[in-house]
């Protein structure tokens, strides 16, 4: 290669100008200089050793290296194998660069991959169990999983919510009138997660309630037929009668209507299929017949369990809210 000394041809011009102008004589001066490189490209960015649970491979990020002798040309390659049998893999990727003279290095990331945890679910519920029952006990065991598991119950029906338990192993359900799905989703610390399922049909060992029937709020909770407006002994009690809600399926506003055999707070909320309580509140009824518009404007389109509620007992009853879409 030859390469000029800018200082010498600078000096060499002017030298050559004052002797052309003189005698005529001229001079030149010239080298070349070998360049030897063996080190090799250095990696710029390379991602670092991980552990990947329940997801896919992460895709593989550009990588790039740093070498004066251009260009300089990035191969990548990955291995996939398994460790220990036990569903644990060690994913191998590596990058080759290789510059103009030929000179090469390696960078290697190690991911251990865990595509599965065996997460496993396993849903116990009674063997037979009568319509319009509460506190209907359902359990679940849990295996597989890494990272402790979280539990979420989910009841599907016309006449079924969640009592008590959501978010742990056992739960108790209201059971009405019609079959009951039960679905469990279980997610481990990692992510991974798995769905089970069982259905529970109940048994009518008695003519159905209608709706407004009410239960007396007790450990025992039996059903008390319901009574005649007027009746002395109604107005005795206190128990409601005549419970009614409309329009089912309800828009912007419910109604609620019914008798009351004495002067009484009334207690009433909306609870969805997740045993979530979605409307809490309470009105003062008065001896006689009542009616009150509930506001469930910003209430979820879906199916609710409505729930009238006194001192003495608790009146239930299926509304869906629907709007026009």
């Not at 005529?24 to 080298?31: L, R, V």
């Not at 709020?217 to 005649?228: Q, S, T, W, Y």
């Not at 729930?307 to 009146?315: A, F, G, L, Q, S």
Request: hydrophobic residues 35%.
């Amino acid at each position: 290669m030859l390469i000029e000394n800018p200082r010498l041809a600078h000096k060499n011009a002017q030298h050559n100008s004052a002797t052309n102008s003189s005698f005529g004589n001229s001079t030149s001066i010239s080298f070349s200089v070998d360049i030897m490189d063996d080190v090799a490209p250095v990696f710029a960015s390379v991602p670092k050793d991980a552990k990947v649970i329940c997801q896919q491979l992460p895709p593989v990020p550009p990588v790039f290296a740093n070498d004066p002798a251009q260009p300089v040309s990035v191969v990548y390659a990955q291995i996939i194998g398994p460790i220990n049998g036990q569903g644990t893999y060690d994913v191998t990727r590596k990058w080759t660069a290789t510059d103009a003279c030929g000179n090469s290095s390696e960078a290697i990331q190690h991911i251990t991959w865990i595509p599965d945890t065996g997460l496993e679910c396993d849903i116990s519920v009674p063997v037979s169990v009568n319509c319009n029952t509460h506190g209907v006990p359902v359990s679940a065991a849990a295996s597989g999983g890494l990272g402790g598991v979280s539990f979420a119950w989910e009841v599907i029906g016309e006449e079924c919510f969640i009592q008590s338990g959501q978010g742990t192993p056992d739960i108790t359900l209201y059971v009405g009138f019609s079959e009951v799905e039960i679905v469990l989703t279980l997610t481990d610390g990692f992510g991974c997660s798995t769905i089970c399922s069982a259905s529970i049909d109940c048994i009518i060992s008695a003519p159905s309630p209608f709706a407004g029937t009410p239960q007396v709020n007790d450990p025992k909770a039996i059903v008390i037929p319901e009574r005649i407006v007027g009746n002395s002994d109604q107005h005795s009690t206190g128990y409601l009668s005549q419970v009614n809600l409309w329009p089912n399926p309800a828009n912007g506003t419910l109604n609620l209507s019914f008798d009351s055999g004495i002067s009484q707070e009334i207690n009433f909320r909306l609870i969805n299929f997740l045993g979530q309580v979605s409307l809490n509140d309470k009105l003062t009824a008065h001896q006689g017949y009542n009616a009150e518009k509930i506001d469930i404007s910003r209430i979820p389109d879906g199916s609710y369990l409505m729930e009238v509620k006194t001192d003495r007992e608790i009146y239930t009853k299926m509304v869906v809210v629907l709007r026009n879409q």
